[in-house]
């Protein structure tokens, strides 16, 4: 029981909001195990649970990315480390209890910039204009940042004295939407 919960919390902090629209991606636990062996032999800083562990695979309900979930038999606290694997079997994110320094893993990354971000936002609400947030009339400025390998894209207005949230969308490090954040009402 408490793996499911883990997973589902994992899942949600995963997916702010998004939509798994046109998303025939399964993976196997196998597949998952053999994935994360591989990424485990490029990036050896990666750290391993100790002991007997369970592991959990499941689908973010919320895009096109599986979660893989270690997660010791015996719990201990910040025991869990969770990756984000998406729909080209890569390793997109990693999540652990205690922070791991940039250099101990390798990215997968796409060197992509707020011009970029942009495009695929525009893209994604032609695809689905009830699905995305529409861009505000008062948003008129871009950011972009680095999460770990995520990157962030925000829609905000610069004019405003105050710090204002826009809207935010969570790209994977090979530029696959992972979810967004509309601002709050």
Known sequence: MFVKILTLILALSYS???SAEDCEFTLSENE????IDRFRKESPGIPKIQGEYNITVSKNPQSCHYIYAE??????PGGIISFLINKKKSVVDIRTAVP??????NCPRMNLNVQDLQAKVVDLRKKN?????????????ERMSILKCLYVFEEFN??????TQ??????????????????PH
């Open 158 to 163: 610069k004019d405003r004295s105050e710090i």
């Open 166 to 183: 826009g809207n935010q969308f969570y790209f994977d490090a090979e530029g696959e939407l992972i979810g967004f954040y509309p601002p």
């Open 71 to 76: 997660s010791p038999v015996k719990r201990t």
């Open 32 to 35: 998952a195990r053999l994935i």
């Open 100 to 105: 791991l320094k940039r250099e101990t893993y």
């Open 16 to 18: 702010p909001f998004s």
């Open 129 to 141: 204009k009830n699905t995305y947030p529409k861009q505000q009339k008062n948003y008129n400025a």
